[in-house]
């Protein structure tokens, strides 16, 4: 995938997780990676987003943006693993990023994943308020 507007396409047949890309592309010009889901929702990942999600032991997958610089964000290839997960080899050495479909979904910051997690949270904190009610 090293040339630019590069699209990967993943073999979906051999998928168990929940959700799973169809098409892949990276989007050099803008730096982000634009993953379009089985579901036929369209989720774009600032390459920063993703680097510093990384969940190797060094990075730590905390999402800590400050400890990377620009071009530690820089993707050189990506590959369907074949296993529900995306591999991520990052410009800047030998670094590589395993992402599951799983994960990589749950990053997604698009106005609509944003107001599910929001409605869950809310829904979890009135089922908590009730049981404490309930209790009394």
Known sequence: MGEDNAVLAVDT????ENFYPVEVTQLK????????WDDGHL???PLA???SYCTCSTCGGRGD???FERKDSYVQNIYDTGNG??????DNGNHTSIYSFT???SLCRCWMCEAERMLAD????VEVSNQKFAGR
């Open 13 to 16: 047949e051999r998928q168990e």
């Open 29 to 36: 010009e803008f730096e982000f990676l634009r993953i379009v």
């Open 43 to 45: 989720g774009d990942y």
């Open 49 to 51: 987003h993703l680097r």
């Open 65 to 67: 943006y400050s400890r």
């Open 85 to 90: 997960a995306l591999r991520v080899d990052w």
């Open 103 to 105: 994960f990589l979904r």
């Open 122 to 125: 809310s829904i979890e904190r």
